[in-house]
Protein backbone atom coordinates (compact mmCIF):
# COMPACT_ATOMS: atom_id res chain seq x y z
CA UNK A 1 0.00 0.00 0.00
CA UNK A 2 2.65 2.45 0.89
CA UNK A 3 4.98 1.87 -2.35
CA UNK A 4 1.29 2.87 -4.31
CA UNK A 5 0.80 5.78 -2.49
CA UNK A 6 4.23 7.09 -2.60
CA UNK A 7 3.90 6.40 -6.03
CA UNK A 8 0.53 8.70 -6.52
CA UNK A 9 2.75 11.39 -4.33
CA UNK A 10 5.02 11.30 -7.02
CA UNK A 11 2.71 11.21 -9.75
CA UNK A 12 0.59 13.99 -7.95
CA UNK A 13 3.61 16.27 -7.88
CA UNK A 14 4.44 16.13 -11.07
CA UNK A 15 1.60 16.62 -12.21
CA UNK A 16 1.09 19.36 -10.34
CA UNK A 17 4.38 21.02 -11.45
CA UNK A 18 3.53 20.75 -15.10
CA UNK A 19 0.27 22.28 -15.00
CA UNK A 20 2.20 25.36 -12.76
CA UNK A 21 1.44 24.31 -9.33
CA UNK A 22 5.22 23.68 -8.39
CA UNK A 23 7.05 24.55 -4.90
CA UNK A 24 6.13 25.56 -2.46
CA UNK A 25 2.42 24.59 -1.82
CA UNK A 26 0.98 25.24 1.41
CA UNK A 27 0.15 22.08 3.38
CA UNK A 28 -1.82 20.48 6.31
CA UNK A 29 -0.51 17.91 9.16
CA UNK A 30 -3.79 15.85 8.94
CA UNK A 31 -2.52 14.28 11.72
CA UNK A 32 0.56 14.61 15.01
CA UNK A 33 3.53 13.27 13.09
CA UNK A 34 7.60 13.60 13.36
CA UNK A 35 9.66 15.83 11.38
CA UNK A 36 12.78 14.08 10.85
CA UNK A 37 16.22 15.87 9.74
CA UNK A 38 16.68 13.51 6.69
CA UNK A 39 14.42 11.58 4.50
CA UNK A 40 15.04 8.36 6.72
CA UNK A 41 12.67 6.24 8.91
CA UNK A 42 14.51 5.08 12.11
CA UNK A 43 15.94 8.18 13.18
CA UNK A 44 15.71 10.53 16.18
CA UNK A 45 12.62 13.20 15.12
CA UNK A 46 14.09 16.53 14.95
CA UNK A 47 10.83 18.34 16.01
CA UNK A 48 7.04 17.07 15.79
CA UNK A 49 3.94 18.93 13.44
CA UNK A 50 0.70 19.00 15.47
CA UNK A 51 -2.84 18.03 13.35
CA UNK A 52 -3.86 20.80 11.83
CA UNK A 53 -0.11 22.82 11.52
CA UNK A 54 0.35 24.72 8.41
CA UNK A 55 3.29 24.40 6.61
CA UNK A 56 5.05 25.11 3.00
CA UNK A 57 6.04 21.71 1.01
CA UNK A 58 9.28 22.31 -0.47
CA UNK A 59 10.17 18.96 -2.29
CA UNK A 60 9.26 15.69 -2.65
CA UNK A 61 11.87 12.81 -2.66
CA UNK A 62 11.59 8.85 -2.21
CA UNK A 63 13.88 6.45 0.02
CA UNK A 64 14.83 3.40 -0.99
CA UNK A 65 12.16 1.56 0.58
CA UNK A 66 9.51 4.03 -2.02
CA UNK A 67 8.10 5.53 0.93
CA UNK A 68 7.56 9.66 -0.47
CA UNK A 69 8.72 12.60 2.09
CA UNK A 70 7.87 15.90 1.62
CA UNK A 71 10.50 18.65 2.55
CA UNK A 72 8.32 20.97 4.83
CA UNK A 73 8.71 24.24 6.65
CA UNK A 74 6.98 24.99 9.21
CA UNK A 75 6.74 27.87 12.23
CA UNK A 76 8.18 25.29 14.52
CA UNK A 77 11.42 24.45 11.73
CA UNK A 78 12.16 22.96 8.71
CA UNK A 79 12.75 18.80 7.69
CA UNK A 80 11.17 15.77 6.46
CA UNK A 81 7.77 14.25 6.67
CA UNK A 82 6.03 11.31 5.15
CA UNK A 83 3.86 12.30 2.37
CA UNK A 84 0.53 10.65 3.85
CA UNK A 85 0.96 12.85 6.65
CA UNK A 86 0.74 16.26 5.03
CA UNK A 87 -2.07 16.99 2.33
CA UNK A 88 -2.04 20.05 0.05
CA UNK A 89 -4.17 22.85 1.58
CA UNK A 90 -4.94 24.51 -1.73
CA UNK A 91 -8.39 24.22 -1.07
CA UNK A 92 -8.27 24.68 2.65
CA UNK A 93 -11.93 26.13 3.65
CA UNK A 94 -12.22 27.94 6.85
CA UNK A 95 -13.92 24.92 8.63
CA UNK A 96 -10.04 23.48 8.61
CA UNK A 97 -8.69 26.79 9.94
CA UNK A 98 -11.85 26.69 12.68
CA UNK A 99 -10.96 22.95 13.66
CA UNK A 100 -7.21 24.47 14.35
CA UNK A 101 -7.85 27.38 16.36
CA UNK A 102 -10.26 25.25 18.78
CA UNK A 103 -7.60 22.64 19.16
CA UNK A 104 -5.51 25.52 20.00
CA UNK A 105 -7.75 26.89 22.38
CA UNK A 106 -8.24 23.15 23.86
CA UNK A 107 -4.79 22.19 24.50
CA UNK A 108 -3.75 25.46 25.86
CA UNK A 109 -6.66 25.20 28.23
CA UNK A 110 -5.46 21.16 29.33
CA UNK A 111 -2.08 22.23 29.81
CA UNK A 112 -3.37 25.35 32.00
CA UNK A 113 -5.05 23.19 33.92
CA UNK A 114 -1.90 20.69 34.31
CA UNK A 115 -0.34 23.43 35.52
CA UNK A 116 -2.31 23.98 37.97
CA UNK A 117 -2.54 20.51 39.53
CA UNK A 118 1.28 18.77 39.61
CA UNK A 119 -0.02 16.24 42.16
CA UNK A 120 -1.56 14.60 39.53
CA UNK A 121 -0.87 11.19 39.22
CA UNK A 122 2.20 10.72 35.87
CA UNK A 123 -0.70 8.38 33.71
CA UNK A 124 -3.13 10.92 34.54
CA UNK A 125 -0.92 14.02 33.17
CA UNK A 126 -0.26 11.88 29.68
CA UNK A 127 -4.21 11.03 29.70
CA UNK A 128 -4.67 14.62 29.79
CA UNK A 129 -1.86 15.86 27.24
CA UNK A 130 -3.22 13.27 24.79
CA UNK A 131 -6.77 14.42 24.96
CA UNK A 132 -7.91 10.96 26.39
CA UNK A 133 -9.91 9.49 29.45
CA UNK A 134 -8.60 6.28 31.95
CA UNK A 135 -10.24 4.47 34.42
CA UNK A 136 -10.08 5.91 37.84
CA UNK A 137 -10.07 9.60 36.88
CA UNK A 138 -12.01 12.31 38.81
CA UNK A 139 -14.48 14.50 37.15
CA UNK A 140 -12.23 17.33 37.36
CA UNK A 141 -9.56 15.10 35.28
CA UNK A 142 -12.26 14.20 33.04
CA UNK A 143 -13.19 18.16 32.39
CA UNK A 144 -9.23 18.66 32.13
CA UNK A 145 -8.84 16.03 29.55
CA UNK A 146 -12.19 16.40 26.89
CA UNK A 147 -14.22 19.52 28.63
CA UNK A 148 -17.45 20.01 30.25
CA UNK A 149 -20.04 17.29 28.73
CA UNK A 150 -22.56 18.19 26.44
CA UNK A 151 -24.81 16.47 28.95
CA UNK A 152 -24.92 14.98 32.62
CA UNK A 153 -27.19 12.45 34.02
CA UNK A 154 -27.86 9.96 36.55
CA UNK A 155 -28.39 6.51 35.68
CA UNK A 156 -29.18 2.64 37.73
CA UNK A 157 -27.85 -0.96 36.59
CA UNK A 158 -28.62 -3.32 38.64
CA UNK A 159 -25.87 -4.81 40.98
CA UNK A 160 -23.88 -1.69 41.12
CA UNK A 161 -26.62 1.26 41.83
CA UNK A 162 -26.54 4.57 40.54
CA UNK A 163 -24.24 6.20 39.16
CA UNK A 164 -23.37 9.43 37.01
CA UNK A 165 -23.34 9.58 33.45
CA UNK A 166 -21.33 12.35 31.14
CA UNK A 167 -22.52 12.27 27.91
CA UNK A 168 -19.90 13.90 25.03
CA UNK A 169 -19.36 13.33 21.12
CA UNK A 170 -16.35 12.02 19.89
CA UNK A 171 -14.39 13.03 16.28
CA UNK A 172 -17.05 11.23 14.61
CA UNK A 173 -19.40 12.71 16.40
CA UNK A 174 -20.57 9.65 17.41
CA UNK A 175 -21.77 9.61 21.29
CA UNK A 176 -19.44 8.20 24.38
CA UNK A 177 -20.80 8.29 27.91
CA UNK A 178 -18.58 8.25 30.80
CA UNK A 179 -19.34 6.48 33.86
CA UNK A 180 -18.98 7.60 37.51
CA UNK A 181 -18.67 5.88 41.16
CA UNK A 182 -18.17 7.96 43.88
CA UNK A 183 -16.50 10.57 41.29
CA UNK A 184 -14.12 8.12 39.90
CA UNK A 185 -14.40 6.54 36.13
CA UNK A 186 -15.46 3.39 36.05
CA UNK A 187 -16.01 2.63 32.31
CA UNK A 188 -16.63 4.42 28.92
CA UNK A 189 -18.53 3.84 25.86
CA UNK A 190 -16.81 4.12 22.53
CA UNK A 191 -12.60 6.25 22.40
CA UNK A 192 -10.76 7.00 24.64
CA UNK A 193 -9.54 9.85 22.72
CA UNK A 194 -11.89 12.45 22.13
Same mark, same amino acid.
Given at each position: ???? &? @? ?9 ? =? ?17 ? !? ?10 ? !? ?5 ? +? ?5 ? *? ?7 ? #????? $???? &? ?6 ? !? =? ?12 ? @?????? #? ?5 ? $?? %??? %?? #? ?6 ? +? @???? $??? #? ?8 ? %? ?14 ? =??? !? ?6 ? *? *? *? ?9 ? @? ?5
Amino acid at each position: MSFY &W @SMFCILCAAIS =AQAGKGFPRKALAVKSTAR !YAKPVEGTLPAG !YLDKYDT +CLVESLA *VDSTGAAWF #RITAE $NGNG &WVHANDVR !Y =AAELDDSHIAQRKE @SDEDRI #RRLKTLR $NH %PEW %PR #RIVRAVRK +C @SICM $NMT #REQVKASWGA %PAHVDTAFILGLGFYR =AWF !YHDSDAKP *V *V *VSFVDGRVIGW @SGNTGK
